[in-house]
């Protein structure tokens, strides 16, 4: 009786967050659901943040057709991460006017949140935080994989990248003199 | 050596926000990031690093020569720059751990005289070279764009003629110095010439000042003769000036002959020239 007890007023403590709309439900290309706090998904993403303001956040959950289940999972993470972390005057002013804010050095937690990812995951986040216009989780993504690529020849990148080379030898050859003083290290 | 001596600071003015400046449009397929991503990855590396990575593939390498990017990389990167001529015909680039960013050449026999509001301003300052007979120049640099605009510093004659014993003699000035300052009232660039004259015979140096308002597109539009300063400023092709909120300082000839021949003891340390007023003034000895 107890236990459900307990069941009936976490039930009646969830029906009383969907009434106050304290969260949205966002639902992944591959239909999966996520929830997150209104107020986090706001302050963090531009676009979330619009779609809230013009009413255009179903209940049954958001489409996000261009994330998958796992990027927004991060995003997901990353929203409630951010809103229980302290935050610090830094990311305060960097989320207020972040436009004209200089870069701010990701935290420690932001730091270890992106570490931990894999490659594609990484990726895939950082896309995701562009779609969804979330200025400081694109930041600190794009910091990351630009750690990623120092120290990393012009070929190691291109396959981190999955770019192709589309210099023909001569132009390369052409480049590598025009640049050459950038190749050396004085 | 001589280089770090002339090494004077200066800072790309960018305030535009990058999000206001982008222009790559995004164009996904699969595995390969959006530009507008890579645009966001680029701009957080150093700027040697950017300058290696054109050899990656072309669409990279327009993207990092935007002027979109470049003003975006300035406003992540704030720190100053240091520009330093090292070699002939050439000066670097140099962040302030005195890593070579770029190296931007420079028209023959010119001198770094001044790096400020994002331009470079070199010199011809010895004109007494007697093997090479093109005469005094002055060329405005862009070293993000490498783009360099001629002066004309010889529109006009400040040959100095005096009466010598029972004859006028006009001389050539033996070296001149300029500086590039902007009103900062009116966002006007000036360009300051200090000519120095000497004569030998009598002993006597004699200096001549004059401010070139430059146009907008470059080029300059007229020099105007401005007054010479009671103290002369030193008499050394190494005094270059630094240019400070529209004013020049110099340092002042502090020699025997100038100290005695003034009579004074409150000969200044610093000669300050302003771009805008074109006004001259003088720092006491304030200086130990």
């Known amino acids: 009786m107890e236990v459900d007890k307990g069941k009936g007023e976490a039930e009646e403590t969830r029906k009383v967050a969907e009434a106050d709309r304290d969260t949205v439900t966002l639902k992944s290309s591959d239909g999966k659901l996520f929830e997150v706090s209104k107020e986090a998904a706001a302050r963090l993403s531009t ?13 049954n959950g958001t489409d996000l057709k261009q994330i998958g289940s796992e990027a927004l999972e991060n995003v997901v ?13 830094a990311l305060i002013s960097s ?3 972040f436009n004209t804010a200089p870069f701010k050095e990701p935290e420690e937690w932001e730091r270890k949140f992106v570490d931990r990812l894999s490659h594609d995951a990484l990726f ?3 896309e995701a935080a562009n779609f969804l216009g979330m200025e400081r989780l694109l930041d600190v993504t794009c910091h990351k994989i630009s ?3 120092k120290g990393k020849s012009p070929d190691q990148i291109r396959e981190v990248f999955n770019i192709k080379n589309d210099y023909t030898k001569e132009e390369l050859e052409e480049i590598r003199q025009e640049l050459a003083w950038a190749f050396y290290d004085d | 050596m001589d280089g770090e001596k002339e090494a004077i600071s200066f800072s790309w003015s960018v305030m535009e926000s990058r999000r206001n400046t982008r222009v790559v449009a995004t164009a996904t397929s699969h595995g390969v990031l959006p530009l507008d991503v890579v645009f966001d990855v680029l701009v957080c590396l150093p700027a040697k690093d950017i300058c290696r990575l054109r050899a990656i593939c072309r669409p990279w390498r327009s993207l990092t020569s935007d002027p979109a990017f470049i003003k975006a990389h300035a406003a992540r990167h704030p720190e100053p720059l240091i520009v330093a001529q090292r070699k002939r015909d050439l000066v670097h680039v140099m962040d302030l751990s005195g890593g070579v960013i770029k190296r931007v050449p420079i028209p023959r026999w010119q001198t770094l005289m001044c790096s400020h509001l994002g331009l470079i301003c070199v010199g011809d300052c010895d004109t007494s070279r007697s093997y090479h007979d093109t005469s005094r120049s002055c060329y405005l640099i862009d070293p993000a764009t490498k783009v360099s605009c001629r002066l004309d510093v010889n529109c006009f004659e400040d040959r100095l003629c005096t009466s010598y014993g029972d004859h006028d003699e006009c001389l050539d000035p033996a070296f001149s110095l300029f500086a590039l300052g902007r009103v900062d009232s009116t966002g006007v660039y000036k360009v300051l010439m200090v000519s120095c004259f000497t004569y030998a015979e009598l002993n006597e140096d004699q200096q001549s ?9 470059g080029g300059g539009t007229r020099w105007r003769s401005t007054a010479s300063p009671e103290f002369l400023i030193g008499m050394d092709t190494m005094n270059r000036g630094v ?14 002959f100038h100290t005695q021949a003034l009579q004074t003891d409150n000969t200044p340390d610093l000669i300050a020239l302003s771009t805008s007023r074109q006004s001259i003034g003088v ?3 304030s200086l130990s």
């Open chain 1, 47 to 59: 676009v979330l943040a619009g779609m809230i303001a013009g009413g255009s956040i179903d209940d």
């Open chain 1, 77 to 89: 993470d990353y929203c409630n991460k951010h809103a229980n972390s302290i935050p610090s005057a």
């Open chain 1, 95 to 97: 989320s207020i006017s």
């Open chain 1, 124 to 126: 895939d986040l950082v």
């Open chain 1, 147 to 149: 750690e990623m690529m």
């Open chain 2, 209 to 217: 000042y004059h401010v070139l308002t430059v146009n907008g597109a």
């Open chain 2, 243 to 256: 240019v400070l909120g529209g004013a020049v300082y110099y340092l002042a000839d502090d020699s025997e």
């Open chain 2, 283 to 285: 720092l006491s000895r």
